[in-house]
T-cell receptor
Framework: QQQVKQSPQSLIVQKGGISIINCAYENTAFDYFPWYQQFPGKGPALLIAIRPDVSEKKEGRFTISFNKSAKQFSLHIMDSQPGDSATYFCAASKGNNDMRFGAGTRLTVKP | EAQVTQNPRYLITVTGKKLTVTCSQNMNHEYMSWYRQDPGLGLRQIYYSMNVEVTDKGDVPEGYKVSRKEKRNFPLILESPSPNQTSLYFC????????????FGPGTRLTVT
């Protein structure tokens, strides 16, 4: 069963635009919400992560928005660049090893 | 350089021929995990290990085995591979569990004919 639902499956954005990827989770016990970035032929790499005690975390052009009551979180990429073109996975976990990934979003940033 | 290595990177094999995919990390991490990545399904956990000699099933353990005899190594064993195990496999490690940054290996593309 998929406990983390990610949308959209694919996203095309113009250079300089804002990319938004959404995730929804079911298990209220999850307490760690990372986003991983994967380039073709590479393993995923942690991009940014948030814990549920805050509603937003920003690192450079990347922001996670977290809505605990709605059980949703999203990744915003400001001023999107062609180098941001990759597949993005959201995930949710709790410390006893219950870890679930979303299905992934393929982002293409057009020059 | 801190890294997770996997070997082989690519493997084509036939149904029923036992194979092992090796995974090694040089960061002294306690937690290691194996995932398979399939289109439209994201990453699904196969097995994980919280420490040496401690392993447990993830979401999709059927047809796989693992061992953790040393802290740095976590091999994935397919005793009798089948075509439905054709996939992209990733090994990952983290300091002490899934609630910490996981470092992924480069992946192993396995095809079972």
């Amino acid at each position: 069963q998929q406990q983390v639902k990610q949308s959209p499956q694919s996203l095309i954005v113009q250079k300089g635009g804002i990319s938004i990827i959404n995730c929804a989770y079911e298990n209220t016990a999850f307490d760690y919400f990372p986003w991983y970035q994967q380039f073709p032929g590479k393993g995923p790499a942690l991009l940014i992560a948030i814990r549920p005690d805050v509603s937003e975390k920003k690192e450079g052009r990347f922001t996670i928005s977290f809505n605990k009551s709605a059980k949703q979180f999203s990744l915003h990429i400001m001023d999107s660049q062609p180098g941001d073109s990759a597949t993005y996975f959201c995930a949710a976990s709790k410390g006893n090893n219950d870890m679930r990934f979303g299905a992934g979003t393929r982002l293409t940033v057009k020059p | 350089e801190a890294q997770v290595t996997q070997n082989p990177r690519y493997l084509i094999t036939v149904t029923g021929k036992k194979l092992t995919v090796t995974c090694s990390q040089n960061m002294n991490h306690e937690y290691m995990s194996w995932y398979r990545q399939d289109p439209g399904l994201g990453l699904r956990q196969i097995y994980y290990s919280m420490n040496v000699e401690v392993t447990d099933k993830g979401d999709v353990p059927e047809g796989y085995k693992v061992s953790r005899k040393e802290k740095r190594n976590f091999p994935l064993i397919l005793e009798s591979p089948s075509p439905n195990q054709t996939s992209l496999y990733f090994c990952a490690s983290s300091l002490s569990g899934p609630n910490y940054e996981q470092y992924f290996g480069p992946g192993t593309r396995l095809t079972v004919t």
